[in-house]
């Protein structure tokens, strides 16, 4: 020993000595039931591994069953459920999105039937089913408002009859939720839930999703309703428009690259927040992990707490099932 002798007050280090110590101390938790896995669909009785997002599937009718068998095993608690729509369906108007023998009606009454304790929740918008692949109504180049809400109170109401547990409006028309709650109550929906993705931007980082869905704008980009990635005091203001409408759960997408939108909306609000690592996210860490650049099992692990400590109850994200193992393995 030398005869050095720093004195400090503090030793922050000590707090990190064992495994046992660093565990009392932790701040953030990451559980299996704050995982929500998104899953793709598709009318074809095969299931199809996507060349877009690979590691994912868009599963056939009976697949999908598999798929929430597994999910519960691993723990997780909700699913929302994306269709590809087949091209010689999709029309100008999207009628597809309130058939009630459509594919997502289909799989919410079959997954309700033999998973009752799984949560169901269906997206809400236009885009897999309307021929300009906008989330709502286009005409003479433009996205109509007013009219697309009507369509999605549509769209909302027969989901919530097929089974739908929770409603999530991706679509970002103004004055939605509101429309969706008084819907849905009419039709005496009053305990089916609405998680609005309040922050939605306008981000790069869908392309992979709209692969896997064929989904893709025809014409122009989605700026006119996702928000600009360089605005954070907006998504404050979409948040109380909201909870005014009525939102049970509020949403951020993309996750990583805005946490600290989600962290200001976590002071904002006693709302749960859900954040959404979409499918560009994956993809980056998952091919650096292909790679070999990065150990999947920890980045993903830490990518996933991030998300948590800003401040998400609730994280969408295709890892669901993987990061769920792993976090039943490290017990
Ligand atoms: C469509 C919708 C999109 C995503 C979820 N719902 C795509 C878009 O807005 O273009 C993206 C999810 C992802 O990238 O993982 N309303």
Known sequence: ?????????????????????????????????????PVFLHEDAEDQPLESMPGCTRWSLEGLMGEAEGALEDGIRAMVLFPKVPEARKTPGGEEAWDPQGLV???????????????????????????????????????????TVEALTRQAVMQAEA?????????MMDGRVGALREALDLHGHTGVSILSYTAKYASAFYGPFRGALDSAPKDGDKKTYQMDP????????????DEHEGADMVMVKPAGPY?????????????????????????????????????????????????????AD???TYFARAAAGWLREQG
């Open 163 to 171: 089974g739908a547990d929770i409603i999530a409006p991706s679509d």
């Open 105 to 147: 009606p289909r799989a919410l009454r079959a997954l309700k039937q033999r998973f009752p304790e799984l949560v169901l929740i269906t997206d809400v918008a236009l885009d897999p089913y309307n021929s300009d692949g906008h989330d709502g109504l286009v005409v003479d180049g433009e996205v109509l408002n007013d009219a």
């Open 1 to 37: 020993m030398s005869d050095f002798f720093l004195d400090l007050p503090m030793r922050p280090r000590r707090n990190r000595k064992s495994a046992g110590v660093r565990a009392m101390v932790r701040e953030t938790t990451l559980e299996a039931s704050q995982l929500i896995l």
């Open 259 to 311: 946490l600290d939108v989600i962290a200001r909306m976590r002071d904002a609000t006693t709302l749960p927040i859900a954040a959404y690592q979409v499918s560009g996210e994956y993809l980056a860490l998952r091919s650096a992990c292909e790679a070999g650049w990065l150990d999947e099992r920890e980045a993903v692990l830490e990518s996933l707490t991030g998300i948590r400590r800003a401040g």
């Open 314 to 316: 609730l994280i969408l």
């Open 230 to 241: 360089a605005n954070a005091r907006e998504a404050l203001r979409e948040l109380a428009l």
